[in-house]
């Protein structure tokens, strides 16, 4: 069975960096391509980054490009998210996200092709 584990999560200043990371452990994620999106309350879900199952490919929401780094050790059944220069409107809570494909370089960007889900872990930036 898929479970998502998020960590990596806390609270900096404006222009520091934190990485998450994103581990699964029912044996999915080579077979599986990955992604990130972020929530705030009162808000959607939005996409902050993909990648596919070879770790050919990646895609990144206009907002982060530039900032943000997603990457995958396959050996470690794990995805990291690298977020660089953080802004005060980078606060959300971040949740990782797995989908299941025979397609091992296409990249998915919207949360309906995502079965599975993290539990969140929550980011703030202080200005």
């Known amino acids: 069975q898929v479970q998502l584990v998020e960590s990596g999560g806390g609270l900096v200043q404006a222009g520091n960096s934190l990485r998450l990371s994103c581990s699964d452990s029912?044996?999915?994620?080579?077979?599986?391509?990955m992604g990130w999106f972020r929530q705030t309350p009162g808000n959607k879900r939005e996409f902050v980054a993909a990648?596919?199952?070879?770790?050919?490919?990646?895609d990144y929401a206009d907002a982060v490009k530039g900032r943000f780094t997603i990457s995958r050790d396959s050996p470690k059944d794990t995805v990291y998210l690298l977020m660089n220069s953080l802004k005060p409107e980078d606060t959300g809570a971040y949740f990782c996200?797995?989908?299941?494909?025979?397609?091992?370089?296409?990249?998915?960007?919207?949360?309906?092709?995502?079965?599975?889900w993290g539990q969140g872990t929550q980011v703030t930036v202080s200005s």
């Open positions: 996200a797995l989908h299941q494909t025979v397609f091992s370089s296409r990249t998915y960007t919207t949360d309906g092709a995502y079965e599975y």
């Open positions: 029912g044996g999915a994620f080579t077979s599986s391509a």
């Open positions: 990648i596919s199952r070879d770790g050919s490919a990646t």
